[in-house]
């Protein structure tokens, strides 16, 4: 995730970074202007349409599609935001869940912190690369009973650690290590765990409409390569450079709701999860007693 000062106007708009939709649409930028070129050459200095009124009307019916294609991309893009929000949900209430948890865990099973000081923090970053679908056992921390080499195994690693987790619990109540009524103090962030498994996957699994999705990218496609022929008459030569504007503008704002719509990745602008699980391990070993604060 990308960390900036909203305030710093210039900075942001002069400094280019790897996530720029400009970058990436340079050489279709280059393209297009290479076939506005084209278009209007021929239809000025070739064809001579410039009589003809009903090629000039194009540019009012590009006008009205303009409104129509703003609304569609006003809502994608706000459909993303908040699939990305969503999950910087979850994760917020992971963490919260996994501070209450150590808290709570290591008040009522001292003798256990090490295992969980552990446990907890294997969660987030097993949640993580689940939902990267990769595997980092150098990431996880052995405990117990609990061995990384056999996780490898495991379609699963999030759940199966979750599962650990109630079930170090229960043997702790089934032994009388755990009184009446504690295993319901702990249920609440128990059940958290899978709860944001559930979350995680659920916005990871289910993309926006392939229908939809389709849709959006002909009508801005069939937009764009008819958007010469409507301005040249009214625009001349300087069909080209508002053409590759409005083409920018609006492949931009749909390269972006592509990349926050799955906002568990890597890119520039997916959430910081590398950073969060990192800072669930670091307090949950702080509240444990594993590490100097």
């Not at 459909?79 to 917020?92: I, Q, S």
């Given at each position: 995730?990308?960390?900036?000062?909203?305030?710093?106007?210039?900075?942001?708009?002069?400094?280019?970074?790897?996530?720029?939709?400009?970058?990436?649409?340079?050489?279709?930028i280059v393209a297009l202007c290479v076939?506005?070129?084209?278009?209007?050459?021929?239809?000025?200095?070739?064809?001579?349409?410039?009589?003809?009124?009903?090629?000039?009307?194009?540019?009012?019916?590009?006008?009205?599609?303009?409104?129509?294609?703003?609304?569609?991309?006003?809502?994608?893009?706000?459909?993303?935001?908040?699939?990305?929000?969503?999950?910087?949900?979850?994760?917020?209430?992971?963490?919260?869940?996994?501070?209450?948890?150590?808290?709570?865990?290591?008040?009522l099973l001292p003798d256990e912190r090490?295992?969980?000081?552990?446990?907890?923090?294997?969660?987030?970053?097993?949640?993580?690369?689940?939902?990267?679908?990769?595997?980092?056992?150098?990431?996880?921390?052995?405990?117990?009973?609990?061995?990384?080499?056999?996780?490898?195994?495991?379609?699963?690693v999030p759940g199966f650690i979750a599962?650990?987790?109630?079930?170090?619990?229960?043997?702790?109540?089934?032994?009388?290590?755990?009184?009446?009524?504690?295993?319901?103090?702990?249920?609440?962030?128990?059940?958290?765990?899978?709860?944001?498994?559930?979350?995680?996957?659920?916005?990871?699994?289910?993309?926006?409409?392939?229908?939809?999705?389709?849709?959006?990218?002909?009508?801005?496609?069939?937009?764009?390569?008819?958007?010469?022929?409507?301005?040249?008459?009214?625009?001349?030569?300087?069909?080209?450079?508002?053409?590759?504007?409005?083409?920018?503008?609006?492949?931009?704002?749909?390269?972006?709701?592509?990349?926050?719509?799955?906002?568990?990745?890597?890119?520039?602008?997916?959430?910081?999860?590398?950073?969060?699980?990192?800072?669930?391990?670091?307090?949950?070993?702080?509240?444990?007693?594993?590490?100097?604060?």
């Amino acid at each position: 995730m990308i960390r900036y000062n909203p305030k710093e106007w210039f900075l942001i708009i002069f400094k280019f970074h790897k996530a720029d939709t400009f970058r990436k649409l340079l050489p279709l930028i280059v393209a297009l202007c290479v076939y506005s070129w084209m278009v209007t050459w021929l239809e000025v200095s070739v064809w001579q349409l410039s009589a003809t009124s009903n090629v000039k009307n194009l540019s009012l019916i590009h006008s009205s599609l303009g409104m129509v294609i703003s609304l569609l991309l006003v809502f994608r893009t706000n459909t993303a935001y908040e699939r990305w929000w969503e999950g910087r949900k979850v994760w917020g209430g992971l963490m919260n869940s996994s501070r209450n948890l150590a808290i709570k865990l290591s008040i009522l099973l001292p003798d256990e912190r090490e295992y969980f000081s552990r446990m907890i923090p294997n969660f987030a970053f097993a949640l993580k690369n689940h939902l990267r679908k990769q595997y980092m056992p150098g990431e996880f921390e052995s405990a117990g009973d609990f061995i990384v080499e056999e996780l490898d195994e495991r379609n699963n690693v999030p759940g199966f650690i979750a599962w650990a987790i109630v079930e170090k619990c229960a043997v702790a109540e089934r032994e009388s290590r755990l009184g009446n009524g504690h295993m319901l103090f702990l249920q609440s962030e128990l059940n958290n765990f899978a709860d944001c498994l559930g979350a995680c996957e659920r916005i990871r699994n289910t993309p926006i409409p392939y229908s939809y999705s389709v849709f959006l990218k002909k009508f801005m496609f069939l937009y764009i390569m008819t958007l010469p022929f409507g301005f040249v008459f009214s625009l001349g030569y300087y069909t080209i450079p508002v053409t590759a504007v409005i083409f920018y503008v609006l492949a931009s704002l749909e390269l972006i709701a592509e990349e926050i719509e799955d906002p568990f990745g890597a890119d520039a602008n997916d959430l910081p999860t590398d950073e969060i699980s990192a800072s669930i391990r670091k307090n949950v070993k702080e509240i444990m007693g594993y590490t100097k604060v």
